[in-house]
């Protein structure tokens, strides 16, 4: 018999599905929470979604498995977080938590004696990431971007923890795989302190689609095939994705009106150029060009930019 699986006051015991809120510590934040603990001894893997409460599709797609995925058929256990970011998620708020205005994401490992979202990233780190053997972050554009559907494996931890994350970002369906060089981030702070995880994108606009949830649950289906968690082989995308190993981030300069020339998806020469912000009265403050030839992978989509916002990534093609 497996051991019970506890986490904060939540409990499932072996071959049982619990679901409920936890609290992160010294705060009103309450993040709904469902265990599927298998009967059977396997890897623990954990599923956030919604670090950014703006981003619908992965936050769809976790609550659907959510109530999809049966202890009878999971081989060690999966835990959802559907969505982590409750506030922003009903407020139909971009990038931050509404309470403190901070980008959860960027904040990671947290510390104990923060604001809300430092709470937050110390108690997922602590109470989540510390008893998961593999990470698969739900990402999306936000309401305010666009993206490819790709998927960050981290580039720079261990090479063991970077070879397994790596493998399993390869029986997605997603267009690209993008090796990660940063070290901020929920998925790269796990895969700093030895867990393999993933950070998947898909969609945005602040929309959502049935197509799109169906495509992510293929994907997280597939990687816990991969590593033996749901039974059977990954069936594998008829198109696998193609590894970018480098990429471009670029920033807005200026406040103003954000022109793109561009698409996601769009593949763009170098030199050519991406998009222009101009002020209020049509001059232009700002052009971008594409470094080198690259595939656009996400942008922001919104008329209004903000200087020191993220403009637009790109993928480097060889
Ligand atoms: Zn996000």
Redesign the pocket.
């Known amino acids: 018999m497996k051991e019970t699986l506890c986490i904060g006051a939540l409990r499932a015991e072996s071959g049982t599905k619990a679901n409920g809120y936890y609290t992160v510590p010294k705060t009103l934040h309450r993040i709904p929470v469902t265990m599927i603990n298998g009967e059977q001894d396997g890897k623990t893997v954990l599923i956030t979604s919604g ?2 409460g703006g ?1 619908y599709p ?1 936050i769809q797609t976790a609550i659907e498995l959510a109530q999809e995925l049966s202890p009878a058929e999971v081989r060690g256990a999966v835990i959802l977080l559907h969505p982590v970011n409750t506030q922003a998620f009903l407020q139909g708020v971009a ?1 931050v938590i509404p309470e403190d205005g901070e980008n959860l ?1 960027r904040v990671f490992p947290g510390t104990m004696g923060g604001t809300i979202t430092h709470k937050t990233a110390f108690s997922i780190t602590r109470d989540f990431h510390s008893i998961a053997d593999f990470y698969i972050d739900l ?4 309401v305010n971007e666009l993206v490819m559907p790709y998927v960050y494996y981290p580039g720079i931890a261990q090479q063991e923890v970077s070879a397994l994350a790596r493998e399993c970002a390869c029986v997605t369906a997603c267009s690209y795989v993008v090796r990660s060089v940063a070290t901020g981030g929920a998925f790269n702070s796990a895969a700093a302190n030895g867990v393999p995880s993933l ?1 998947i ?1 898909r969609g945005g606009s602040g929309l959502w689609s049935g197509e799109e949830v169906q495509a992510y649950k293929y994907d997280v289906r597939n990687i816990l095939k991969k590593l033996g968690v749901l039974p059977g082989a990954p069936v594998l995308p008829e198109q696998p994705p193609k590894e970018i190993t480098t990429a471009f981030y670029i920033d807005a300069e200026a406040d103003g009106c954000w022109y793109p020339l561009v698409k996601v998806g769009q593949t763009v020469e170098k030199g050519a150029c991406l998009g222009v912000i101009r002020d209020f009265f049509g001059k232009t403050l700002r052009e971008y060009f594409a470094p080198e030839k690259a595939v656009v992978l996400y942008m922001t989509v919104t008329l209004g930019i903000e200087a020191g916002t993220s403009l637009i990534a790109l993928g480097q093609i060889d």
Do not use: P, Q, R
């Open positions: 670090i950014h981003e992965g990038s994401n990402h999306g554009g936000d950070l994108e």
